[in-house]
């Protein structure tokens, strides 16, 4: 068994924190963008652990999100000559209100088909987007101004704004999971209807759930959108992201704070091995990749390796998922 | 026992189609009362009391809390107004202690702690309450059955009820259990809470129920006390059968 | 105009049946949504395509051939991976098959690679003309073979011992052991016979679309709707399913720009899953 004391934990936290904080310093711009796209990553991650990891409800639509956000900024800053951060702003009013409004449509179902019905929506998003050409450029895509200043700082800013945006997610999610909101989704995962009986006014929380998740990836989105300085609906909405996100939250742990992270730290890690040695293997291994992950270690790498590495864990814990 | 009751139905109906589950019931439960219900399978009374606590919508009639109408409320709101239930079949959380389960119910509803760890203890008393001791670290999934159903009732009771209404919390325990079950429920009530009850096990209910009501095919056919529902040719007919109760007026 | 439209909508429906009864099949008797069922598709239609292309054979012959190659590939699939996941939470299954599915496209992508393949019979282009309407050979073979599939598939299930297992285990999983049913070989064969089913839409389809290994995706979606609309594991179900499918697209597009296609199958999909959840026939398995 493998446990951390308190003492030992904060130790290690405060100082990641740290070398994350002075690593563009002392890192190349290679080195800084693959750091920004993990943080990118565990900010879309953490954005669907809240309404998937800890409320129970498979968002395989959740890009939806994304797609919002990053659209948002990129037709203010391109049509409306908005600055970034007002424009970003609104991304996230955009995150919130879609969720809003699209939970009250789709949480009311359950299971499967809350799943699909959302990726439907995602899908159909998409759709309008590609068609609304004057907007958004549609299926071309749109070009974003670039940020001022030479390349190298650039990619520095863009990777202080991306950590500031995975620090604030993060810790709003930590403050939220100690408090009542965060008792209640986990209570509606566990069993809706006795949560209902005992006073939980479930179809709220699940919207405030999906809706702050929804911030946080429609912010990314927003974020991505003047990184890239490129957008396109196929990307933004695509579906692909969302399983590697749920590949990302198994790896990490769905349903806790800090999961995410570890996630998106193994995946992207795996992702540019591969990447750089097996490019025209790359999807297929991922398809592998995601077998072995849910055969093996549904529960997470972190769980696992508290539990302890062994056949006998892992035995039990295919006993108890086959038929 | 006041002269007003707290809990009202009138008119109380669920139609599913053609089929009328729960017809045309009046029934008013008064405060500090067991009001037990009987009556044979798939009679309605698990029907009755889901439209009670907001699990399923009413058809037809209205149901009145404190003189405030509860039909057509979502289950949350009729928490909040201090009714609570539990179920036939035990709904608890899983993959979560006994002791998590029970503290949910302490952070939610009319009474909620606004602290966790006052929310834990006044977990842990009602855990002791039901006797369910030694074992507040236990996974749900590993307790046994009487455990379990005493553990719903522990999550229902923490949260300080007015009204009370349990589901057959006596199937599937033996007669020990069931004599434990039967004494924590009226250490319960005389402590305050009022009860609704629907039952089986005859002895039981019939032992503990200050006033019965028996419903038959939804609706109701006889109430009154527990020795006038023994007597009452009509609830032996419906149990029994119509010989058997033609029989037992020659005796 | 319209009536053709109504034809075009039940030939085309006929297709969707195909490619929605397997799927319907494993997500109504396992609760699994396969969504590796559009590489199974695929998978089915690369067999017509090297049968058609290598030996000449009409890609209507290859069917059963097809069927019996995905049979296979779907028990193998059930049995030695699906079985030792399958009653872990919604996402873990749905990314599971979507893990699967990008492998076998990605396989499919190795073997045959990305270049648009097609089957073109002789008779493809020629078809039965009656006054105004239009009814090409191939789309009415798809569509008579539709409904001999539907058939077959409806005597194993209502007929055969298998068929009744499968049943047994869909209503009552616990039942269906206790009274001796190996549930994990009756779910190899009920994803076999998914499969299956997907092969031969696989084969079907071959002459009328062009095939790369990414057809899965878009398969799968439909497959979606016509579970939905169908209602599960009903055979009558998915047969009203897929042409309800085909004839709302048809109709649909005369009446409305074909941009918005999917927003409007979104929009209906919706109002179908919070009205009527138990789809238009209404039996439900799950």
């Keep these: 068994m493998v446990t951390l004391n308190r003492k030992v934990y904060t130790t290690l936290f405060i100082a990641a924190f740290l070398a994350c904080a002075v690593f563009p310093y002392i890192a190349s711009g290679f080195w800084i963008r693959l750091v920004t796209l993990i943080f990118l990553s565990a900010i879309l991650a953490q954005g669907l652990n809240i309404i998937a990891g800890f409320t129970g409800y498979a968002a395989f639509g959740n890009m939806i999100f994304f797609g919002m956000g990053g659209y948002t900024v990129g037709v203010l800053m391109t049509k409306v000559q908005v600055s970034f951060l007002p424009s970003l702003f609104v991304s996230g009013i955009v995150g919130i209100v879609t969720g809003i409004l699209l939970g009250m449509l789709l949480l009311r179902l359950k299971g499967h088909y809350f799943a699909l019905a959302s990726l439907g929506a995602a899908e159909a998003m998409r759709q309008i987007l590609d068609n609304l050409t004057g907007l958004t450029g549609g299926a071309m895509g749109l070009t974003l101004p670039q940020m001022a200043g030479k390349p190298a700082q650039v990619n520095t800013n863009f990777y202080y704004i991306m950590f500031s945006l995975l620090v604030l997610s993060f810790a709003a999610t930590y403050w939220m999971s100690r408090r009542r909101l965060g008792y209640a989704l986990k209570a509606i995962k566990a069993n809706e209807e006795s949560a209902d009986v005992m006073g939980i006014n479930t179809t709220l929380y699940k919207i405030v759930a999906w809706s702050i998740g929804g911030l946080y990836t429609a912010l990314a989105g927003g974020i991505y959108a003047y990184w890239f300085t490129f957008i396109e609906p196929a990307t933004m909405f695509d579906v692909v992201v969302v399983v590697k996100l749920f590949v990302i939250l198994l790896l990490g742990g769905s349903g806790t704070v800090m999961g995410p992270l570890y996630g998106a730290f193994i995946f992207e890690g795996i992702s540019e091995i591969v990447w750089s040695r097996f490019l025209h293997l790359h999807l297929g291994i991922l398809g592998i990749l995601i077998i072995l992950i849910i055969f093996f270690i549904p529960n997470g790498l972190i769980d696992t390796v508290r539990r302890g590495f062994s056949l006998k864990n892992i035995r039990d814990t295919i006993r108890e998922q086959r038929v | 026992m006041n002269k007003e009751p707290i809990l009202t139905g009138q008119h109380v109906s669920k139609y599913f189609g053609a089929l009328r589950a729960v017809d045309n019931v009046d029934v008013e439960v008064y405060a500090g009362e067991i009001l037990g219900i009987i009556g044979p399978n798939g009679a309605g009374k698990t029907t009755l009391l889901s439209m009670i606590n907001g699990t399923l919508p009413i058809t037809k009639g209205k149901i009145f809390f404190r003189g405030q109408e509860i039909s057509g409320m979502r289950p949350y709101r009729i928490a909040e107004l201090g009714i609570s239930r539990t179920f036939q079949i035990v709904k608890p959380f899983p993959g979560m202690t006994a002791l998590e389960n029970v503290t949910l119910g302490a952070l939610f509803g009319r009474n909620r702690e606004r602290d966790m760890s006052r929310a834990m203890e006044r977990a842990a008393e009602t855990l002791k309450r039901v006797r369910i001791e030694g074992k507040e670290y236990v996974l749900v999934e590993k307790l046994n059955v009487s455990e379990r159903k005493r553990l719903e009732l522990a999550r229902a009771l923490t949260q300080n009820p007015d009204l009370l209404l349990l589901d057959e919390v006596m199937a599937g325990l033996n007669t020990r259990e069931i004599e434990d079950i039967m004494a924590l429920i009226q250490e319960v009530n005389r402590a305050g809470t009022t009860l609704m009850v629907i039952e089986h096990v005859m002895k039981a209910i019939m032992g503990i129920s200050s006033r019965i009501v028996v419903l038959h095919h939804g609706q109701k056919i006889a109430e009154g006390t527990p020795a006038e529902i023994s007597e009452n040719r009509q609830v032996i007919s419906a149990y029994l059968g119509e010989k058997y109760s033609r029989g037992m007026q020659e005796t | ?286």
């Excluded at chain 3, 969504?35 to 292309?53: E, N």
């Excluded at chain 3, 919604?90 to 396989?107: A, K």
């Excluded at chain 3, 878009?218 to 579970?227: M, R």
């Excluded at chain 3, 179900?237 to 927003?263: D, F, K, R, T, W």
Aim: glycine share 12%; charged share 10%; proline share 3%.
């Design chain 3, 1 to 286: 105009m319209f009536s053709q439209a109504i034809i075009n909508g039940i030939l085309f429906g006929a297709v969707y049946v195909c490619i929605g009864i397997g799927f319907s099949l494993a997500w109504g008797v396992m609760n699994i949504i396969n969504l590796a069922h559009g590489s199974f598709i695929m998978l089915g239609a690369y067999v017509t395509y090297s049968l058609f292309t290598h030996l000449r054979i009409d890609p209507f012959l290859t069917t059963p051939i097809s069927m019996f190659v995905l049979y296979f590939i779907g028990y193998a699939s059930q049995k030695y991976l699906l079985n030792y996941v399958i009653r872990s939470s919604i996402f873990i299954t749905l990314t599971f098959t979507f893990g699967l599915q990008i492998l076998i496209s990605n396989i499919a992508l190795l073997i045959w690679t990305a270049d648009y393949k097609s089957v073109a019979p002789s008779y493809a282009g020629e078809g039965l003309v009656i006054g105004d309407w239009v009814i090409p050979y191939i789309r009415l073979g798809i569509f008579i073979i539709a409904l001999i599939l539907t058939g077959l598939f409806y005597l194993l299930i209502v007929k055969t011992k298998t068929g009744k297992a499968i049943t047994a285990t869909a209503l009552n999983l616990e039942g269906a052991r206790t009274v001796g049913v190996d549930v994990a070989e009756i779910y190899a064969r009920t994803m076999g016979i998914s499969a299956a089913l997907g092969g031969a839409a696989g084969a079907l389809i071959t002459p009328i679309m062009t095939i790369t290994p990414f057809i899965g995706g878009p398969l799968v979606g439909k497959a979606f709707v016509v579970a939905i609309l169908g209602g599960l594991g009903s055979t009558m179900g998915a047969l009203v399913g897929g042409m309800v499918l085909g004839l709302a697209e048809q109709i649909g597009s005369l009446l409305l720009p074909s941009a918005y296609q999917e927003a409007i199958g979104f929009i209906v999909l919706v109002l179908v899953l919070v009205f009527r959840p138990q789809g238009i026939v209404g039996k439900q398995f799950y």
